[in-house]
C-alpha cells in the first residue's frame, strides 16, 4: 500500500518520540538528539496533536508510556530499524581511498577476484569497490573510476589500454582429455565444444590449422566463462583455456591440455577510466593493476597521463 507524507506524523516529532521512549524522559532525549528539553517537549506534544491521543503519562518523576504509546513505539522502532537495514544495504564506502572498479561476472571471479588483497595493501591503502556487469556502461555517468573489459580495441569516450592477450588452447577435464588423445585438430570436432556468447577464439584456432569451424547443435553456448569452464570441469565437453583467466583450474589439475597448439584470441583485455582527470586511488590501483599484467612502463604511463575523448 502507498502512503502519502500527508498521513503520516511529522518525522521529526516520531524521532523525538522514539528517543524519549527508549530513554525513558524528555531530558535524557535531548541529550541523545542535541535538542533542549523544550524542543522535545514540544515535539511530543505535536505528535500527540496530531494522533489525538497521549502517548506519555507524565509523572513527577520522569515518564511513562501510555497502552498507545506502547503500540505507536513498537512499530516506530520496526520502521526505523528497516530504514536502518535498507540504508546499510544501499550504502557504500566512501573517501578518496576507495575505488570502483567495473568488470564482467569471469574477470571479476577469476582475476579480479584473487588479487583484490594485492590490489588494497601498499601505500596508499585501498578499498576496491567492485561492480559486476555484463554490459558496457558509461563510466562517467555511473561514478566508475576504472574498467576492465574485453574487446577488440579502445571504445569511444573512455581512455583505454590494452592490459593483456590470451593464447588459447583446448583443455578438457582429465578422463575425458585422456580419451580424446593426442592427434589431428580436427578430431576434435567429434565432440561438443564448449565457448561462451563469443565462438572467435575457437574459430581462431582452427583457422589457424587450416579448417573452419562454425557453432554446431551438438556444441555447448553459456553466456559467461566462468560456466564454459564448469562445465568442461564437469566433462561436457572441450573448452578453450584463456589465460591467464583458467590458469588456476590448469594449475590444479582439474582441467588438462587436450591440444599443445595455441592461438592469439582475437578479443583481448582492456583497463578503461573515464576523459579527464584521474583520482590518485584510482591512478594507484590503476598502477597496481598494471603491474599485476605485466604492463609496460610506457603504456602505464600514456594511460595514466592521456586525456583524449
Not at 32 to 52: F, K, Q, Y
Not at 122 to 142: M, S
Not at 153 to 162: N, T
Not at 189 to 207: Q, V, Y
Request: proline residues 7%; glycine residues 6%; aromatic residues 6%.
Amino acid at each position: 500500500m502507498a502512503h502519502s507524507l500527508e498521513t503520516l506524523p511529522p518525522l521529526d516529532t516520531l524521532r523525538a518520540f522514539e528517543a524519549a521512549a527508549r530513554a525513558g524522559s524528555f531530558s535524557a532525549a535531548a541529550a541523545n538528539l542535541n535538542l533542549t528539553h523544550g524542543a522535545v517537549s514540544r515535539r511530543i506534544a505535536r505528535l500527540e496533536n496530531w494522533l489525538g491521543l497521549r502517548v506519555f503519562d507524565r509523572r513527577a518523576r520522569g515518564i511513562a508510556l501510555t497502552p498507545e504509546g506502547q503500540r505507536l513505539f513498537q512499530r516506530t522502532q520496526e520502521a526505523f530499524a528497516l530504514i536502518a537495514d535498507t540504508s546499510d544495504r544501499w550504502s557504500e564506502p566512501r573517501g578518496p581511498a576507495v575505488v570502483r572498479l567495473n568488470s564482467m561476472p569471469s574477470v571479476c571471479s577469476l582475476w579480479l577476484m584473487p588479487r583484490v588483497a594485492r590490489f588494497e595493501s601498499g601505500n596508499p591503502p585501498l578499498r576496491v569497490i567492485l561492480l559486476v556487469d555484463q554490459r558496457t556502461v558509461d563510466l562517467a555517468d555511473q561514478g566508475v573510476d576504472l574498467a576492465v573489459r574485453c574487446g577488440r580495441g579502445a571504445l569511444p569516450g573512455r581512455v583505454s589500454v590494452k592490459l593483456f592477450e590470451e593464447w588459447c588452447y583446448p583443455v578438457a577435464a582429465p578422463d575425458l582429455a585422456r580419451s580424446i588423445g593426442q592427434g589431428k585438430p580436427e578430431r576434435l570436432l567429434s565432440l561438443p565444444l564448449i565457448h561462451d556468447s563469443d565462438a572467435s577464439g575457437w574459430r581462431a584456432w582452427f583457422a589457424a590449422h587450416g579448417l573452419d569451424y562454425r557453432p554446431r547443435p551438438q556444441d555447448r553456448r553459456f553466456e559467461d566463462y566462468n560456466l564454459v569452464l564448469d562445465a568442461a570441469t564437469c566433462g561436457l565437453g572441450i573448452a578453450l583455456a584463456r589465460p591467464p583467466l583458467a590458469e588456476a583450474l590448469v594449475r590444479s589439475g582439474r582441467l588438462v591440455a587436450v591440444d599443445e597448439r595455441t592461438v592469439l584470441n582475437p578479443v583481448s583485455y582492456w583497463l578503461d577510466r573515464p576523459s579527464g582527470a584521474l583520482r590518485p586511488a584510482a591512478a594507484a590501483l590503476a598502477q597496481r593493476v598494471a603491474a599485476e599484467a605485466g604492463m609496460s612502463a610506457d603504456a602505464l604511463a600514456a594511460f595514466l597521463k592521456s586525456d583524449r575523448k
